[in-house]
């Protein structure tokens, strides 16, 4: 390029997703500029540096209708949201849509084991992945599983896990894990050990680290509870001890408490609280980038009181936590002002899902 294309390709490396879209149709350099390989992975590292170009996406369960409905917003004052079109594939095959990610813009969305879409709202791209094709346990039954997504540096690929609780003949719990890559467009088994098993439930219990590591709440043979981490470029799991006293508030300890594992500010956090009270205090945890060293954890804050909320979903890019209240709406509460927002979204209680999407160029279906 010459010195004015130069500075053409950093001006347009630092715009929206969306001004670049329609920017493809100015002229044939700039459409082949902006679907450059090396242009995409210049943006998608400008926009990994910022705080900007943040965007709320939100899976709910309509109460009426009982139809599931994905919304994306269109900036990050959540003053507009645009409701996501799909393929009648995901009316067929997708009862229920869970959100994993994201990952380099990309999300993942799990159905029932083998109903796998990857997806990227930025672009409306989107790939349905081929059902595994690998032997499950002889004589076992699948009875539900799990599933993470990450990008391995080291081979430039983005795979997909799949985690199946398969109940065997002698009616015990067994794992098979399967990897599926991007890259060859197919499914491997995992042959290592997962140390540890995924607690799951109706609120986050899993998400991505710094792209490469998924990470979901476990526990471990010895019936301690673990971060469960999974590397997509080395392909091991590695159990990381939460604190001892995660679990006190004060004096007492918490009986019935709550763990929710959500990314804060590029670092793993736990949202630690009581299920039962009715004013609730938010205890947060952040792990430091040192995952093989002991005592990683910081106690960051309390949050709280907050009245008629029920569970935590995530943060806001300036430390605004967001909760589905206790009618099923979803809200954000800033505690530097104690002020509470809410966002005009209704579901049916338990069946809100967020995850805080950075946009990207990055197309699912490579060539």
Do not use: A
């Amino acid at each position: 390029m010459n010195p004015s294309e130069d500075v053409i390709f950093e001006i347009l490396t630092r715009l929206p997703v969306t001004s670049l879209i329609r920017f493809k149709c100015v002229c044939k350099f700039w459409f082949s500029l902006i679907n450059n390989p090396n242009f995409i992975s210049k943006h998608l590292y400008n926009l990994n540096n910022k705080q900007n170009h943040l965007h709320l996406l939100i899976s709910r369960r309509g109460n009426i209708t009982n139809k599931r409905i994905l919304s994306l917003s269109q900036n990050d004052t959540f003053d507009v949201f645009i409701n996501q079109d799909f393929p009648e594939y995901f009316k067929d095959k997708f009862g229920h849509i869970r959100l994993i990610g994201p990952c380099n813009g990309i999300v993942c969305l799990c159905g029932y084991p083998d109903n796998i879409v990857l997806w990227n709202p930025s672009i409306r791209d989107y790939k349905i992945l081929p059902q595994s094709q690998i032997q499950r346990l002889v004589g076992s039954t699948v009875r539900g599983s799990d599933f993470g997504l990450g990008f391995d540096s080291k081979k430039n690929n983005y795979k997909v896990i799949q985690i199946l609780f398969c109940l065997s003949i002698d009616r015990v719990f067994v794992y098979q894990v399967e990897i599926y890559s991007l890259n060859t467009n197919s499914w491997k088994k995992y042959k290592g050990i997962v140390p540890s098993k995924i607690k799951y439930g109706n609120t986050s219990w899993s998400m991505v680290y710094e792209n490469e590591i998924f990470c979901w709440l476990g526990q471990d043979v010895d019936n301690h509870e673990v971060i469960l981490l999974f590397n997509m470029s080395e392909e091991i799991f590695q159990n990381i001890k939460l604190p001892s006293n995660i679990g006190i508030f004060g004096e007492q300890e918490i009986m019935r408490s709550v763990w929710v594992i959500v990314p804060f500010k590029e670092s793993i956090s736990l949202i630690v609280y009581c299920l039962k009270e009715v004013e609730k205090y938010y205890d947060i945890w952040v792990m430091n980038n040192e995952l093989r060293v002991e005592n990683c954890w910081t106690k960051l804050q309390r949050i709280g009181p907050i009245s008629r909320v029920e569970r935590p979903l995530g943060f806001w890019k300036n430390g605004e936590l967001i909760l589905e209240n206790s009618s099923g709406q979803l809200v954000i509460y800033d505690p530097s002002n104690q002020e509470m927002k809410t966002l005009g979204f209704y579901g049916k209680r338990g069946r809100l899902e967020i995850v805080v999407y950075k946009e990207s160029l990055v197309s699912i279906n490579i060539s």
